[in-house]
């Protein structure tokens, strides 16, 4: 793995001053090491919370999910000063009439399972206050192209000064991300 180095600066506006925050980017944790299973059966959403609070309660920093398809039951919160970084760079590309399981291969793939059928239910992840989500393909699996769609509440919500979403694809979602 290369290294990527991750500044996420938060400006904070005094009626005198501006100040600059740093999160610092030398945290790296990688969901495996929290009990992530990625093989699209076993629910992995305590893993990716457990991996998240740590970064939180560490003061902040990355953390990595690695290539894998990562069931869902529940839903995550990315905190403060944190990053979810998953390994795409830039959304991927699929072929129309694949079947579902051959649709999203090879990087870091998120099958969310909770809130079908509850368009007002939590969102799968909440992105707080200067945290990033990033590199990610989101699925939703239980949704069928031959049949009208299911609804399910938003994907992503971002919530608080400077969350940020960057090179994620939501596939058959019903709402990914309110602007």
Known sequence: WTLLLLLVVAIVQSPDAVTVQAASPSMSLDVYSFGAVGDGAVDDTAAFQKALDACRSQGGGVVQAPAGQFKFLGELTVPRGCTLQGTYRAPPSHNIGQSKTERVDGGSIL??????GNE???????????AT???????????????????????????????????????????????
């Not at 099958?111 to 079908?116: D, E, F, S, T, V």
């Not at 007002?120 to 200067?130: A, H, K, N, R, Y």
């Not at 939703?140 to 769609?149: G, R, T, V």
């Open 133 to 179: 989500l990033t590199g990610f393909s989101i699925f939703y699996l239980q949704q069928n192209n031959d049949s009208a769609p299911v609804p399910y509440p938003w994907t992503v919500s971002m919530s608080g000064n400077n969350p940020a979403v960057t090179d994620l694809e939501c596939l058959n979602g019903f709402n990914c991300i309110p602007a």
């Open 111 to 116: 099958l969310p399972y909770a809130g079908r």
């Open 120 to 130: 007002s239910g939590t969102p799968f992840i909440t992105v707080l206050e200067d």
